[in-house]
């Protein structure tokens, strides 16, 4: 009876609802989103501001939103690949309104382009991090690498062995080696081989390489003493095709191709890019050491390198989609690498290689997903998972001796100091997953956790015999950032901590048994540090930033690499601190603009790893206890329209051993020789300048020529050190100057490119890293096709 009242009560009442929905109806926005050119664009985002409501567009771009009452609502829309759009709009209770969105593509054209405004590495520069981010479309028409290009920047030193393909030494304000990091769109680049190094990538695969010195972000998940490099491709959804091809001096060949084709109505994408290098590297070496037996005495002669070959290439693909109700990007990707190199020298000129070689592969499988607003507005999961591996083979089989001259004798031992036949795998796995919450428009947080394994296993064939001394690294690195905002955004904070684990696992063999064993320990670190920048108007800034980290042991520096470096199984984990003081100020000038910046650092790091020769023609990695680095450097830009632009920067740096006591044994010190010497075989003063003029619609409408000239200064510094022997007589690295020019030319809108390029023009003497030689002058030239 009380069941049958409540129904005759309520039923008036259901009967009034269900009247006033179909009478009013529901209160729903509607519309369509479509690109500028009026393509359909499916799986876009729309989110109500203010409001956890949200929905996607459909296949057909077309997306329904239901609302709880009628209002006044913005309303935003996203995608990857294009710029965000808000609107605000009335909806009426009851009725159906209808909003159409049309998105502009983010994608930046690699020809030359008039910005407006800030682009995204001036505002990448206005962080308050002490980074600095360069726009490579600028040198897309060049025969230039990677390396070639950093080594243009304030703060960073790269030094190679040689020509192509050459071990080289990477250094940011002092800091070189492994503590710096290298990455691909924040992805650690070396999980790919070690045949995907700078000094290979094509700089046509990068859409801007960012620069991180000393305080690295949480979000990139890696233990940089020295800082990081970032090198982030094309992230758009448009369909291209990049291609070029150069040739130059020493028989240079360079191949480079990238591309990208989108389904636009299913959002399916895939990307491929590949690259092949090579080069016979038979550069004149000046002045080298040969027996001549018409004199019966050593002589000095010009002569070319006879044994330094080199071939690399790489594949990768990736498939997958954009922009759907699951996932913002989904991928799965694989990728292959080989190279072939021919070994001239080791670390030191006077001994000469005519047989060793040096060849490797590597492969890698890849899955990323990212997704923003995953079940809750304002929360981003991007994961990363990929296992690789690396293998590569030593061999050196010949009992010689070998001379400049291609001549040799028999030495009775191998070049390398043995025969050998090594094989080296490395199978990696790496695991990543960053996690971003914004809490509001003023606070967010960021956390990030990497897992990365890799195990070291050797085999000699030539004598049937595994390394004694195989083993894994395991490293866990997690952090936690915190930034918080104030004074309408213009004073920025970033409070973080980071934490270090490493699981060291060696096999070793005891005698006794006659037997191996596994011999392994973990520890754990805990950094941490803030970041700050104020804005004094708008194109101008103080930060500064501070941090305490660790950087732990990298595969190589542990167990060698069977060649050049010995293992060092003492070796520990270096710390240190960070301090980055700088600022920053820019003005319009007319049709010009000028950008001027500068930054003062400061590193003290304990337990430096560092490179110290430790046998014939061979070093170790090893722990120097305390090296102080003090320094400054600045960078002046100017650009006036499309015509002009020049940069000017100037980096001074100051790293001395800071060791003052030495353990002599197990109850003595003493005081250190080397003590507030600076370290050996590292530049502390140079410079850089180039000029670009360029003039549109030369010979005919939509083509543009330019002209670019750059020059690059070193001061000379100490091979050793200095506080050994007899200044006078102690190996230098004598100062440099080297002048590059090249001029190219573009016509339909940057379709096709050709470029001419003389690197060296002066045919200087060039050293480099251990005093080696690198190339006299070289001449280049590319031609690019670029489709859109």
């Known amino acids: 009876m009380r069941i049958t009242s409540i129904f005759r009560r309520s039923l008036p009442v259901l009967f009034l609802s269900v009247w006033a929905v179909c009478a009013y109806g529901q209160t729903v926005l509607t519309g369509k989103i479509s690109e500028d050119d009026g393509t359909e664009l499916p799986g876009a985002s729309v989110l109500v501001k203010g409001t ?15 609302l709880k009452k009628g209002g006044s609502y913005t309303i935003q829309v996203s995608a990857i690949g294009f710029l965000s759009q808000s609107k605000t709009v009335q909806v009426k209770a009851g009725q159906e309104t209808s909003l159409n969105f049309t998105l502009k593509s983010n994608v930046k054209e690699m020809g030359e382009v008039v910005v407006h405004g800030k682009n995204e590495s001036q505002q990448i520069k206005e962080q308050a991090f002490n980074v600095n981010a360069i726009e490579t479309r600028q040198f897309a028409n060049s025969t230039a690498d990677m390396n070639q290009i950093l080594n243009r920047s304030a703060g960073i030193k790269v030094r190679e062995q040689g ?11 002092g800091l070189s080696g492994k503590a710096v990091k290298f990455f691909i769109d924040g992805i650690p680049m070396d999980i790919m081989g070690s045949t995907m190094s700078l000094n290979n990538i094509p700089v046509n695969l990068a859409e801007r390489i960012e620069v991180y010195k000393g305080v690295v972000p949480v979000a990139l998940g890696a233990d940089a003493l020295g800082g990081s490099v ?19 001096s020493f028989n240079t060949n360079q191949v480079a191709i990238s591309g990208q084709y989108t389904h636009r109505p299913t959002g399916f994408i895939a990307k491929a890019s590949a690259f092949y290098n090579y080069a016979d590297n038979n550069y004149l070496m000046k002045g080298v050491e040969i027996w001549d037996e018409t004199q019966n005495a050593y002589v000095y002669k010009d002569l070319p390198r006879f044994h330094d070959q080199y071939k690399a290439a790489m594949g990768q693909l990736e498939l997958g989609v954009v922009n759907k109700k699951w996932a913002d990007v989904f991928f799965v990707g694989a990728s292959y690498s080989q190279s072939d190199k021919q070994l001239q020298t080791g670390i030191r000129q006077e001994v000469v290689y005519g047989s060793a070689t040096k060849n490797g592969d590597a492969y890698n499988f890849s899955l990323r997903y990212k997704k923003d607003n995953f079940f809750l507005k304002g929360l981003g999961v991007n994961l990363y998972s990929t296992f690789s591996k690396d293998s590569y083979i030593l061999a050196d089989t010949l009992t010689r001796k070998y001379y400049w001259d291609g001549t040799y004798i028999d030495a009775g031992n191998a070049e390398t100091g043995s025969r050998r036949v090594t094989h080296v795998d490395r199978p990696r796995l790496f695991s990543r997953a960053n996690i971003n919450y914004v809490i509001n428009e003023n606070q967010s947080i960021n956390f990030n956790y990497t897992l990365d394994r890799v195990r070291n296993q050797t ?62 320990a973990f520890k ?38 069977g060649f050049s470096i010995s293992n060092n199984l003492a070796l520990k984990p270096e710390s240190g601190d960070n301090v980055n003081l700088g600022g920053f100020y820019g003005m319009k000038l007319g049709r010009g603009s000028l950008f001027v910046e500068g930054s003062a650092f ?16 061979r070093f170790q990695y090893q722990n120097v206890s305390k090296v102080l680095i003090k320094g400054l450097e600045a960078e002046v830009r100017y650009s006036y329209n499309r015509l002009l632009n020049a940069s000017v920067n100037v980096s001074y740096q100051n790293a001395i051993d800071n060791t003052k006591y030495t353990l002599n044994s197990s109850t003595s010190t003493s005081n250190s020789a080397t003590y507030k010497n600076r370290i050996p075989n590292q530049p502390w003063f140079f410079s850089n300048a180039d000029l670009g003029i360029g003039k549109n619609d030369v010979f005919q409408k939509g083509s543009r020529i330019q002209f670019n000239w750059s020059t690059q ?20 690295i004598p100062k440099q100057l080297v002048h590059q020019a090249s001029v190219s030319y573009s016509m339909h809108q940057g379709k096709y ?36």
């Open 524 to 561: 754990s670190y805990l950094g941490y540090g803030l970041a700050s920048v104020y804005k004094l108007g708008e194109n101008a800034g103080v930060k500064g930033s501070y941090e305490f980290t660790y950087r732990v042991q990298d595969i190589n520096e542990v167990f060698g690499d």
């Open 163 to 173: 020509g192509v393909g050459s071990d080289f030494n990477f250094s940011i304000n």
């Open 753 to 788: 490119n050709f470029s001419l390029e003389c690197r060296n023009l002066t045919n200087e003497l060039v050293y480099d890293n251990f005093r080696l030689q690198k190339p006299g002058r070289a001449f280049y030239a590319k031609f690019r096709l670029f489709l859109k």
């Open 230 to 248: 970032n090198i982030v491709t094309n992230q758009g959804v448009k369909n291209y095709l990049d291609a070029s091809y150069s040739y130059g």
């Open 52 to 66: 956890a409501t949200g929905t996607a567009a459909d296949d057909k771009g077309v997306f329904r939103l239901e």
């Open 713 to 732: 200064y070193t001061h000379w510094y100490y091979r050793t050190w200095e506080a050994f022997g007899n200044k006078k007589y102690q190996l230098t």
């Open 602 to 617: 400061y590193r003290n790091s304990r337990d430096f790893i560092y490179a110290i020769e430790y046998a014939t023609n």
């Open 459 to 520: 085999y000699d064939a030539l004598i049937m015999q595994e390394d004694d001394v195989p083993g894994r690294i395991t490293k866990h690195i997690a952090g936690l950032a915190f930034q918080q905002n104030f004074f309408n955004k213009r004073w920025s904070n970033t409070l973080f901590a980071k934490y270090y684990g490493i699981d060291l696992n060696k096999r070793q063999y005891t005698s006794l048994t006659q037997s191996y064993y596994d011999e392994g």
